[in-house]
C-alpha cells in the first residue's frame, strides 16, 4: 500500500486528468441550443390479454450532450412507464413500474452510432446521429402488462417518462452533471387512459 503521500498525488492527478476532459466540455458557446424530449403520442394496444405500448419519442440533444457523445461517453435513455390504478379519496395505486434502458454510443473507428438496449441487448448501428435518435424515439409493441391482472371494474391510467441517465456518467462527469443544469435532459410525463 503507498504512503499517504503517494495516495494524495495519484488522487490529485486524477482529479487534474478529469478537469482538463470536463473543461473541454464547459468550453461551449453559451447560446448552444436547448436539448428536447419531447412524447409526441403514446398509446397501447391489447393483443390476446396483453397490453403493448407504442409512442413516438422526439429526442433532441444538447451541446453538451452531442460533445459528450463526440468525446466517447456512453448516453443513456431511461424510459420510465407507470401503470397506476385511479383511487377515490386516496393518491392512485402504482400497479406496475417499468424501466427501459437504451444506450446511445458513436463508435469513432467506424463512424457509426449504436443504440443498445439493454434490457435484450439487441444492438443496432446507424450511420447518422440522426437515424439512431429516430431509433430511440420509436417504441412499438413493448408488453406492459398481462390484461388478467386488471380488474375491469376499476379504472387505470398510463404514464410515460424519458429521461437522459446522467447516474450512468463516468464519475467526474456525473458529479459536473449534478450542478449544470443543462445535462437534465427529460420529457414531461406523459398520460392516458388504459381501459381494461
Keep these: 500500500m503507498g504512503s499517504p503521500a503517494n495516495l494524495r498525488k495519484h488522487f490529485y492527478s486524477l482529479v487534474t486528468a478529469g478537469l482538463v476532459v470536463l473543461s473541454g466540455l464547459l468550453a461551449l458557446p453559451a447560446q448552444a441550443d436547448d436539448g428536447v424530449f419531447s412524447i409526441r403520442s403514446a398509446y397501447t394496444s391489447e393483443v390476446d390479454g396483453v397490453y403493448f405500448l407504442n409512442a413516438t419519442i422526439d429526442y433532441q440533444l444538447n451541446e453538451m450532450a452531442l460533445e459528450a457523445l463526440a468525446r466517447g461517453v456512453v448516453l443513456t435513455f431511461e424510459l420510465n412507464i407507470d401503470l397506476?390504478?385511479?383511487q377515490r379519496f386516496r393518491p392512485d395505486k402504482t400497479v406496475a413500474e417499468l424501466l427501459q434502458l437504451n444506450e446511445l454510443s458513436y463508435h469513432a473507428l467506424s463512424g457509426k452510432y449504436l443504440v443498445r438496449n439493454t434490457n435484450s441487448g439487441e444492438q443496432q448501428s446507424f450511420l447518422t446521429l440522426s437515424a439512431a435518435l429516430q431509433n430511440l424515439g420509436i417504441i412499438r409493441d413493448l408488453p406492459i402488462i398481462d390484461g388478467a391482472l386488471l380488474n375491469?371494474?376499476?379504472?387505470?391510467?398510463?404514464r410515460l417518462k424519458s429521461v437522459l441517465d446522467i447516474r450512468s456518467f463516468p464519475g467526474p462527469l456525473r458529479?459536473?452533471?449534478?450542478f449544470f443544469g443543462d445535462w437534465r435532459l427529460a420529457s414531461d410525463w406523459y398520460r392516458w387512459t388504459l381501459l381494461p
Design 175 to 178: 458529479v459536473l452533471a449534478v
Design 152 to 158: 375491469p371494474k376499476r379504472r387505470y391510467f398510463l
Design 84 to 86: 397506476r390504478r385511479v
